[in-house]
């Protein structure tokens, strides 16, 4: 078992290794560079900014220096926000994407998969209809109109919640109902098919024949079965969700590392780039593999580490 | 002998996008207290929804539309189904006919020994556990110690029947109904399985239902039988008048087409012509009629009654009417004409 653990952790090594490889040199692959500007620098400032931030080196040297520096944790300094380095803006904006994406995180578990069984229970009746549409508006819909609905409509009509900012615990409802809407929509339809195919099986039938009251049957044995779709898809969805956004970070004026994933591209800030999408990859790694163990705990037939047959 | 179940006229629609599908049309049948009966007919001839029927358990679009089941004089149709939940698993038991899907393959089968017996009773969880491995050492898996923490994937398929039936019979039901348990299995573990049931049945003192296609089977440990066809009952009667004497032609039929195993001698199977009715549109008289060799023309327009050929034996055939016309083997009697 420990051995298993130890081949994915070097396997995920590896896997950082060639996103971070990859990114670097298609990043220096697109024309431009962190000190283009639209009203070029004088030759001679932009000699010298390269050559502070050696840019000037060969890429392969710039390559083997910034490989040394991930090993050791330090992600660069940014090129564009001056005097930080790329760790600095991880510690300053995740702890806020965090916050706000854990709150995301939990509407999604706590109303997606029960909206999804209950759609389920109730197939083709009203209460299904209306979920799925809901569903299916929550899917369309950008987070962008649901965000701005919601401060017109809500967080500017009452006074106690606040617009902007994460100043109080109700600060969170907006961002996260922005964040969520298309995950959240995403798992009731999902838990939906997956509660409705269970249904059909043989041994919800046995537990029923078995006297076990409706609640068992359908809280234990179908939806134990029934969440191996739903946990494939809410891991990766959790590392995504954490990581904040962009549009909604924005809107609600939020400290977060949302938006460095788009700025950093614009500017062409090289290590900014590779910082965030290491850091992503990584979170994205944990999370796969803490899927990879909810299914061993879900389906006894899955063994971490062994093959099958043994 | 008192009777543990009586059916009364029962019947079964499934109401379908394409139309009304009358699975059960009418019949009535009941059970003495500590009997076999075997339910015979082919694919489609209503055997297995008549014991989801008495289960309470037949699935949307279908519904019980008419009749009443009886159980203990408690009329289960009645009943809500919180109601029922107290029935099944603990007075009405049942086996499906494939261990391989019927199991929960997300829990161990202790952890499901102990759902069914913690369900019905006031046993807490070690007293349950103590008495599922009395459960899997009645049902004859070895080992019971070890094997109780083993998921369902770890059993094979006639243990999984096994630990299935150590279910139903956790809380001694007063009836099992067996829908062909042994139908999914091979031959050598169904006649294990067949032995397994014979024996616990004298053990809880529980009345069988037993389900099944194959004639061989219902010889084997049934003493009451009910051929079914169509949604209806063709013929019951004991075991001996069946097979010794079958009063309808499809009974007969149905003997027939089983390969006899005489050395020396080559036999041809005699089939039944034809293929069974639509029961979206069924036949408004006797269902077998379109393939019955001895069909006359009332037997096209209306369905018989049960003619009672004697003590233990009643089929429902015109032929047993005194105006038929002779038929070798058919027994005429003086029945009603309703």
């Known amino acids: 078992m420990i051995g298993y653990y130890v081949k994915r952790l070097l396997s995920a090594l590896f896997t950082l290794f060639l996103i971070a490889t990859l990114t670097f040199f298609m990043m220096r692959a697109i024309p431009g560079g962190p000190f283009t500007r639209e009203k070029p620098l004088p030759p001679q400032i932009i000699a010298q900014l390269n050559a502070k931030y050696n840019l000037d080196d060969p890429v392969i040297v710039q390559y083997f220096s910034y490989m040394k520096g991930i090993a050791t944790f330090d992600l660069g300094p940014s090129f564009k926000e001056l005097g930080l380095t790329v760790n600095d803006l991880i510690k300053q904006g995740f702890p806020g994407s965090m916050k706000v994406g854990f709150v995301a995180v939990m509407f999604i578990l706590l109303f997606g998969i029960p909206l999804g069984i209950i759609s389920a229970l109730k197939q083709n009746k009203a209460i299904d209809h209306v979920v799925m549409v809901m569903a299916t508006i929550g899917v369309t819909v950008p987070s962008f109109v649901v965000a701005t609905l919601y401060i017109y409509f809500i967080s500017s009509k009452i006074s106690w919640i606040p617009i902007t900012g994460l100043s109080n615990p109700l600060a969170y409802i907006g961002p996260a109902i922005a964040l969520s809407g298309y995950s959240l929509s995403y798992v009731a339809r999902l838990t939906r098919s997956s509660m409705l195919e269970v249904l059909r099986q043989d041994y919800v039938r046995t537990a029923r024949a078995n006297g076990l009251s409706e609640w068992r049957v359908i809280g234990k044995h179908a939806l134990k079965n029934a969440l191996i779709p739903v946990i494939t898809y809410v891991g990766p969805m959790i590392a995504a969700i954490l990581t904040g956004s962009f549009v909604v970070e924005r809107i609600f004026s939020i400290n977060g590392i949302g938006r460095y994933f788009v700025e950093s591209v614009n500017n062409r800030d090289y290590t900014v780039i590779i910082g965030m999408t290491v850091f992503y990859s990584a979170l994205y790694i944990v999370m796969v593999l803490l899927v990879d163990i909810g299914y061993s705990l879900i389906d006894p037939r899955i063994k971490l580490g062994k093959r099958s047959g043994d | ?338």
């Open chain 2, 1 to 338: 002998m008192s009777k543990i179940l009586e059916v009364k006229n029962l019947r079964t629609t499934f109401f379908t996008h394409l139309g009304e599908v009358q699975a059960v049309r009418g019949i009535s049948f009941d059970l003495d207290e500590g009997g076999i009966l075997g339910i015979v007919g082919e694919s489609g001839s209503g055997k297995s929804v008549t014991s989801l029927s008495i289960m309470g358990l037949v699935d949307d679009p279908g519904r019980i539309v008419e009749g009443e089941i009886l159980f203990e004089g408690t009329d289960l149709t009645k009943l809500d189904q919180r109601e029922m939940t107290k029935f099944r698993g603990n007075e009405i038991s049942m086996i499906f006919q494939d261990p391989m899907t019927s199991i929960n393959p997300a829990f161990t089968v202790g952890n499901q020994l102990r759902e069914v017996i913690m369900a019905h009773s006031d046993l807490n969880k070690e007293q349950a556990h103590e008495r599922a491995l009395e459960l899997l050492r009645m049902v004859g898996i070895p080992d019971p110690e070890s094997r109780i923490k083993n998921y369902p994937y770890q059993f094979s398929g006639g243990m999984r029947q096994r630990a299935l039936i150590a279910m139903a019979i956790a809380n001694n039901p007063k009836l099992l109904i067996a829908d062909e348990p042994t139908t999914a299995l091979d031959v050598t573990i169904q006649a294990q399985i067949l032995e397994l049931m014979r024996d616990l049945k004298d053990k809880i003192q529980s009345s069988i239902i037993l389900i099944t296609h194959d004639l061989g089977v219902i010889s084997e440990i049934c003493d009451k039988v009910i051929v079914m066809y169509g949604g209806m009952i063709m013929e019951k009667a004991d075991i001996n008048s069946l097979f010794a004497n079958p009063q309808h032609p499809y009974t007969r039929g149905l003997l027939l087409s089983i390969p006899t195993n005489v050395t020396g001698k080559k036999k041809r199977l005699v089939p039944i012509e034809g293929s069974p009715p639509d029961l979206m549109d069924p036949p408004s008289g006797c269902p077998f009629s379109p393939r019955c060799p001895h069909a006359m023309e009332i037997c096209l327009k209306k369905a018989a009654p049960l003619f009672k050929i004697s003590e233990t034996q009643e089929a429902s055939c015109w032929l047993h009417h005194k105006d038929a016309p002779e038929v070798k083997g058919f027994v005429k009697v003086e029945g009603d004409l309703s």
